[in-house]
């Protein structure tokens, strides 16, 4: 685990925190010298916020603290197959205008918690007395009139989908008037989320939309950690300061419910590597921390727990104002993205938004042209691109044929969201199963009328072999991705070591690594040498061979050299400790025994005998 000291606006450890060894430490301050985090409050139409209550400018200034850290300190290098360094510990030394309230231990308990359960990461949080000199993050505001009474809710606006209609929701259906709220890190989305709105003025005239915008960004160096598990605490953070300002009740961040519960679509996929950012848990202790801190009742809510993207949409086409998508984005990956092709095709986010828009039969509000990749019919990038399309379609055709308790038993991850809904447990397993199997069932429709509409192009060749549909062609989407590519090696080196051999046998196991690694490098496989290193009890030992991030899980591959039956045992029991050692690592390992004089008598009982074992293959090469 990576621990890290973080000292906000000029604070030094002075004693408070001392005999501790730091991994890293970071120096965040908002204000010169050595400004590295700027904070700009702007499109204000209510100059009520003008003067921020000071616990309400402690909580932005927090979350923009800690989401500057999380962005600072890279979970994983490809060395770190244990994952030490996935989970971190930050300790922060933060001003505040209040310690000693901030400092109760109730709070500072719920905010830790909070944090925790969001990120995955460990949280301290020593809160210190202000400086005489100002040193709190600058606010200003334009001088736009008019005022907003009438608004009711705060409603998160990131300019996604779900958003979007969240936004609509709130006022056709609730009869509420939402105040829209973003959190934008880049001029695109600012001008994105700014187009978006000034469109929902013109359909919904009944209302006007005021729209509160933040800046938070890095000055001078960029972020090294994508994942960004603490941004929705910010942007929370930002809807509870302003809702507790203009004495207002209900915060809304929408999200449906799949996407919300994010249930993993491949078996290695768990833990802290599936965000919560809209998790039922994560937004009771969000309340529960917010309630205690402005002593006043602030109800934070997902209205779209129990609804599929596909639904959502649906209600959009109802008001008539389906042509609104083609003003939103919800790609994981915005930089880099163009106007014209908004969306890379092949994210969790943008994959779950196509197969919706078709299953509601909106394609013409969501062109395939506004997307870098068709993840139907474009060659799909061996790993991550291939992991997520074939993930999310077998894991819907898995549960549409589970029943109540074999879904909850296959994903128990689920108990946490039943036990945060506010509902009864019964209801709410019940309601989560309903959702997920009419999920399920927008997905086989798609996919269905999808292979139905280009099954000409597949069977004259004119489809690419790694797009989607010749993978489910092909039935690959029943395997896992990481089984098909340990496959793939196997089949590379089974092909091309003979060929190196064949006038010339091998006189060392050095040599056999040398001919996989010239194999592998001609068929374009990247993977690394003798990496990474290993500790186990008291020995260290690598893989020859490893893949490290392309799949959800890892492959080691092991390649043996056997040339007399003496070394046959011994290779045996180097194989062995091998599989203890690797498994613990959550690593699917691929062994290659080059039998060089035909030692192995039975080929197929030898490979039996290993693959019996969970996550292990085997080849013999001769």
Known sequence: MTRVLVLCNH??????????????????????????????????????????????????????????????????????????????????????????????????????????????????????????????????????????????????????????????????????HPLLVSHR????????????????????????????????NRKGNRAVEMTQRTRSFLYLSIAAATASQLGIGKIYICENGVVSANIPISGQNVGTLLTRSTHPKFLRLFQQFIENLFDANISVVNPFVFFTKTELLSKLETWGQSELMEATVSCSYTQGKTKMQPQCGTCLQCVNRRFSAMAGGLEKYDKREYYEKDVFLDPLQEGKETVCAQGYVRSALEISEMNDMQFFAKYPELDEVVSNLGISAEEGGQKLYDLFQRHANEVIKVVTSTCSKHQRELLVGKLPENCLISMLASRRHLLEPINVYADKIASILQKALPKDFQTEKPKSELRVQESVEAALSAADERLRRECPMLSYSIIQTKPDFANIRDYNRMLFIEIKFLNNRRKLNRIMTEITSRITIYRDQGAFVLFVVYDANRVIKDEDEFVRDLVKHDGINAVVVR
């Open 185 to 216: 890190s880049l001029p695109k989305m600012d001008s994105l989320q700014k187009t978006l709105v000034s469109e929902l003025r013109k359909r919904n005239q009944e209302w006007q939309f005021p729209h509160l915008s933040i800046w938070i």
């Open 11 to 176: 604070s030094d450890n002075g004693g408070i925190l001392p005999n501790t060894t730091y991994d890293e430490m970071l120096h965040i301050n908002a204000t010169p010298p050595q400004k590295n985090l700027q904070l700009h409050i702007d499109n204000i139409t209510h100059r009520i916020l003008e003067q921020l209550n000071p616990l309400a400018q402690d909580l932005l200034e927090i979350a923009a603290y800690v989401y500057y850290a999380d962005c600072s300190v890279k979970r994983v290098t490809e060395t770190d197959v244990y994952a030490d360094k996935w989970q971190r510990r930050f300790e922060f030394v933060m001003p505040v205008s209040d310690p000693d309230r901030w400092n109760k231990e109730e709070i500072k308990d719920l905010l830790r918690e909070t944090m925790e359960f969001l990120s995955g990461d460990e949280f301290a949080f020593t809160f210190i007395p202000p400086k005489p000199t100002p040193t709190q993050l600058c606010f200003t505001f334009p001088d736009m009139p008019p005022a907003f009474p009438s608004a009711d809710c705060v409603c998160l606006f990131s300019g996604g989908l779900d958003a979007l209609v969240g936004s609509l929701v709130a006022l056709k259906e609730q009869r509420e």
